[in-house]
């Protein structure tokens, strides 16, 4: 009894010491102590006792005094490590070096601190940004028609693209030194997103020279001289930029680029000089077709010694004006009916000067790093913006048609079935949104987040598609109609655009979140990795030495807090002071998983090793548990960042359920295909000791999501109008979507009149063969007033604008299209 007591000291013991990251000198203490009281209770130091305690003193000696350490487990470990870590690129090392490490190192930790999380100041827009949102935002949305720019134009409207130039539009980035906008990085989220609202090619059009291109990177790299001259004429439209890296035989894999530039000797301007003559082939460039100014992306090299020793300088980037001999732009892409300009353009031995190189030639071979550092703040706002944008049209709209539509005398969004629909609809914008907020604020609050943006990027994207794909089955025929009335065609047609770009979704998910994020945020990886290069050998050793001790405890907490918060479903897991106390249950199982997370974590990378990164579909499913981890946070972060309001409280109950039941089967299936099955037996045990951890979320929760797409917000309750926040609105009600807003509040009205009518149909007040003969009869006894038949006049008058299609002639308009091209 009295050695199964101490059995179960000992165990608890080691769990504490491990849960709590104990120093090495605590556990060799407790170690001791353990033996004392072991000795004591025997009656002195048996053998079976002093053989055992002397090797663990022994150990104890080799673990906590550092140089015996360092000499006889550290440096053949080291030795080990430098053989097996894998070799890494300039290029894939820069990519790795690039950007900041933001809250997601705290979702890597096993043990956020989701005080911090709310720490992060919320961002907030300026009287001057509000302003400009209200006004020239307006306006322009005003002014662009999306069916007229795709079908009649193919692109923005003369007047349109003025207006853009001259409002600034084009420079939103450009500080206001250089007569830019200088806008926040939310503020040109907030712009993007209200532009999507209303049309995909005024939202990129306006998204891509605010992004990663000539004035990002002139910002950030270029000389004085280049800035003083590009960035004010970029600013005011007088040059319209495009930047083209893909090229036709290098897509994802960028850095493998063909199109070269040589150093070497020509004619400029009637004199010679030290230029580059550079060939490329760039297709899939947007404003390509348009742009005044072209930057490049190209591997210079050096073969005659021009410039110094070295003859591959690496990848360079140049604004290269488009007027210049032998540059050729103009042809257009079609990518999938979408009007954006998009075009190839190419050269070949185009010379030019080193000038031209952006940040001059001491930036010769550093235009990749240039472009990893620069590209997690395009990734955080560009698309998460444009996709959100869509998925709140998506929202306001299916839920009001859903409501106005009726089919078996009642509105199709109360069927079950589409309530289904319409619930991942809403709690999808929710989320996406609380996202785009989250990561276009640590932008602003100078972070270059390169995980947080590829998970950004990555599931906005990827839930944009779901929303759109649900709001098309909502919608079938009137959303399968190309037309003007038809609202969200576009969206469908262009939604695998965002998924493509900047990082197509399935490289990002399967070598970029989680690999990127096992190195960069594990708070030990990335410093063994950085040891085991250190030049100096000496501190090479104490480097790795405190970064391995270190990972060991690291990796023995998380096991003992997985297991312990599996045992004890995390319900003594401490939480912030300050949050709603309804949520609290959520903190205790995120920190559950993150510790679950970091634990198979590094499991995969011991057994693993270099090989982790050939096996995408486990580095892929860790990389979702990953960005669960992520998106909760951020749906945690707007809740309590919008004020608590009780009845935003559904959607995010639904979307933390459900990014947790989806992060469940991602971590269950990692394990399930683990390719060692006593290690998956281990995993499992302790990541899920007394089964899984979550369920799906309840229809009843559901249910009350979809409440809020399908009736207007009222005084009590602004959910609809807050999830759907910074949408363009046409008040026009010829518009398709100025008609559902006049229709929705139609629908509510008048479905009260039509439960009088029925109340008097089955009463027998009144009878008649259709429905007209009804409301007559109604009318005629009193049963209704005159209010209440304009009511029904006026909801059946917008029930048929929101419901129409429209239908062409037999050639859809084209002949007529090309005479008047022709005569134009
Ligand atoms: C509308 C549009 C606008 C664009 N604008 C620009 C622009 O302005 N400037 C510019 O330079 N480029 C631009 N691009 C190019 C864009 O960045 C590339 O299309 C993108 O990088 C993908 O390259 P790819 O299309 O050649 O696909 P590929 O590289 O051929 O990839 C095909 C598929 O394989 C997957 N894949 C590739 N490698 C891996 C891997 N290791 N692991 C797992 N999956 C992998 C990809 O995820 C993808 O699903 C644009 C593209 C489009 C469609």
Not at 513 to 530: D, S, T, Y
Request: hydrophobic residues 45%.
């Amino acid at each position: 009894m009295t050695w199964l007591a101490l059995a179960l000291a000992a165990l608890i013991a080691l769990t504490i010491l491990a849960y709590s990251r104990a120093s090495g000198l605590a556990w060799a203490l407790t170690v001791g102590a353990w033996f004392w009281a072991a000795a004591e209770l025997d009656g002195g130091w048996s053998l079976p006792l002093l053989v055992p305690g002397a090797l663990l003193l022994a150990l104890a000696v080799l673990l906590i005094v550092a140089p015996i350490r360092r000499a006889i487990l550290t440096r053949p470990m080291l030795d080990v490590y430098r053989r097996i870590l894998p070799t890494m690129s300039q290029t894939e090392q820069e990519a790795l070096d690039a950007g900041s490490v933001w809250w997601e190192g705290e979702l890597f930790s096993g043990s956020p601190d989701w005080a911090k999380l709310h720490e992060i100041p919320q961002p907030k827009l300026t009287q001057e940004e509000l302003h400009f949102l209200d006004h020239e935002v307006e306006e322009v949305c005003g002014m662009s028609n999306d069916w007229e720019i795709t079908h009649i134009h193919q692109d923005l409207p003369p007047a349109v693209w003025q207006y853009l130039k001259d409002r600034g539009f084009l420079g939103m980035i450009i500080p206001k030194k250089y007569g830019g906008l200088e806008f926040s990085a939310y503020m040109h989220s907030q712009v993007v997103t209200k532009l999507a609202t209303r049309s995909s090619t005024l939202a990129v059009s306006v998204m891509v020279p605010n992004s990663l291109g000539p004035a990002e990177l002139l910002i950030h790299y270029g000389t004085q001289a280049q800035k003083d001259y590009y960035l004010p004429r970029l600013a005011k439209g007088i040059e319209v930029p495009a930047f083209g890296l893909t090229n036709p035989q290098a897509g994802s894999d960028a850095a493998a680029i063909p199109d070269v530039g040589v150093v070497c000797k020509g004619i400029w301007e009637g004199r010679e000089i030290i230029g580059m003559r550079v060939s490329w082939e760039k297709r899939y460039i947007t404003l390509g077709p348009i742009c005044t100014i072209l930057g490049l992306a190209f591997r210079l090299t050096d073969p005659d010694h021009l410039l110094g020793e070295k003859e591959d300088l690496g990848i360079t980037c140049a604004l290269v004006p488009t007027r210049t001999p032998g540059v050729n732009i103009g042809r257009r892409h079609w990518p999938l009916n979408a009007t954006f300009q998009n075009g190839p353009n190419w050269g070949t031995n185009v010379f030019m000067p080193l000038d031209w190189i952006i940040g001059g030639p001491a930036r010769a071979g550093q235009g990749w790093r240039m472009l990893m550092e620069c590209l997690a703040a395009g990734r955080s706002i560009s698309l998460p913006s444009l996709n959100t944008g869509m998925a709140k049209l998506a929202s306001r709209c299916v839920g009001a048609y859903a409501r106005v539509r009726q089919q078996f005398k009642m509105p199709i969004g109360k069927f079950e079935g589409v309530e289904e629909a319409l619930t991942r609809i809403a709690a999808r914008t929710y989320l996406m949104d609380a996202c785009r907020i989250m990561t276009a604020g640590a932008v602003d609050l100078g972070e270059k987040p390169a995980v947080a943006s590829a998970i950004a990027k990555l599931h906005v994207t990827e839930m944009g598609r779901q929303v759109v794909n649900d709001a098309m089955d909502v919608l079938a025929g009137k959303g399968i109609m190309l037309g003007p009335s038809n609202f969200m065609a576009r969206a469908y047609q262009q939604v695998p655009i965002a998924i493509t770009v900047e990082g197509a979704n399935i490289l990002t998910r399967s070598l970029i979140v989680f690999g990127q994020g096992a190195i960069r945020c594990h708070p030990w990886v990335l410093k063994e990795m950085e040891a085991a290069r250190h030049p100096d050998p000496r501190q090479g050793l104490a480097d790795f030495d405190h970064a391995l001790t270190s990972h060991i405890q690291f990796a023995l907490s998380n096991f003992a807090r997985a297991l312990v918060m599996g045992l004890t479903g995390s319900n003594f897991v401490r939480t912030p002071e300050a949050i709603d106390p309804r949520t609290r249950r959520y903190y205790q199982q995120l920190t559950r998983l993150s510790a679950s997370f970091a634990f198979v974590s590094d499991v995969s990378m011991l057994v693993l090793g270099g090989g982790l990164k050939r096996r995408e579909k486990l580095s892929a499913r860790l990389g979702d548990v990953l960005s669960a981890l992520y998106l909760c946070s951020a749906a945690l972060k707007r809740y309590e960042g919008q004020g608590r309001h009780a009845t935003d409280a559904p959607l995010l109950h639904w979307t933390i359920w459900d990014t947790l039941y989806h992060a469940q089967i991602a971590l269950d299936g990692a394990i399930a295909n683990y390719p060692n099955r006593l290690v998956a037996w281990v995993l499992r045990r302790v990541v899920y000791p007394l089964g899984r951890m979550f369920h799906a979320p309840s229809d009843e929760l559901g249910a009350r999501v979809a409440q809020i797409l399908i009736a207007p917000s009222s005084d009590e309750n602004r959910a609809r109008d807050r999830l759907t926040a910074g949408m363009y609105l046409p008040k026009s009600e010829t518009d398709p979507v100025g008609a559902l807003e006049a229709a929705l509040p139609a629908a509510l009205k008048a479905e009260i009149v039509e439960l009088k009518l029925r109340a008097a149909v089955r009463e027998k007040k009144i009878s008649g063969p259709d429905h007209a003969a009804l409301v007559e009869a109604a009318a005629a006894k009193g049963i209704i007033n005159l209010e209440e038949r304009e009511a029904l006049a006026r909801y059946a008058r917008l029930r048929d604008e929101v419901v129409k299609v429209d239908h062409f002639p037999q050639d859809f308009g084209l002949s007529v299209k090309v005479q008047e091209r022709a005569a134009a």
